[in-house]
């Protein structure tokens, strides 16, 4: 027997009748479609597939946001940054923060 991934499963005739509405049924959550009984596919909505691609890139990113945090930071003067009509070298070397 095979496990079925997800909560919700529809049959494949049902699925190559409608398809559209079984997407529509099964809202954003995901659904496996079955051939006599056992899992044959799986189907995403448009959101879904767009969840799962931005939580994929949340996991890629996580170890560049993890270093970045650790690198070494300076203090600026944003007032003095706006004096200056914007961000120069010059303005890492201040101490304070306004």
Known sequence: ????????????????????????AAGDQPFCVLTNNRPSFYVLSPKAYDDLLEYI?????????IA?????????????????GGYSQSATDHDSVA
């Open 1 to 24: 027997m095979e496990e079925i991934l997800t909560k919700k499963s529809t049959s494949l005739s049902a699925f190559k009748a409608n398809p559209n509405k079984e997407v529509r």
């Open 57 to 65: 890139w949340e996991l890629k990113i996580s170890p560049t946001v």
């Open 68 to 84: 970045a945090q650790s690198e070494t930071t300076h203090r600026v003067d944003i007032a003095q940054i706006l004096a200056d």
